[in-house]
Nanobody, 114 residues
């Protein structure tokens, strides 16, 4: 079992920045992936960014250049720095952890006002 605790969401004006954090605890394997998906109202969930335990990163095209994902393997925590936020970035952001299975956080709301 893996537990994920997210923090850092909130309300921000367009052009602003936020940093999301996700701390994993429980049965953490040394080889894993962590990252973030998001789901906006009426839309399918989509990948925002992911990072492997080796440091490899993957970003959604819509977010490239505006987000940076990083991790602290000692703290089992992943961070998502989002800059130049747009109203269309408004969504619930879900952290995930995967090794032989996938676990999800409870989600954190990000609202970007115009």
């Amino acid at each position: 079992q893996v537990q994920l605790v997210e923090s850092g969401g909130g309300l921000v004006k367009a052009g602003g920045s936020l940093r999301l954090s996700c701390a994993a605890s429980g049965s953490i394997f040394s080889i894993n992936d962590m990252g973030w998906y998001r789901q906006a109202p009426g839309k399918q969930h989509e990948l925002v960014a992911s990072i492997t335990s080796g440091g490899g990163t993957n970003y959604a095209d819509a977010m490239k250049g505006r987000v940076t994902i990083s991790s602290d393997n000692v703290k089992n925590t992943v961070y998502l720095r989002m800059n130049n936020l747009k109203p269309e970035d408004t969504a619930v952001y879900y952290c995930f952890y995967s090794d032989y299975a996938i676990w999800w956080g409870q989600g954190t709301q990000v609202t970007v006002s115009s």
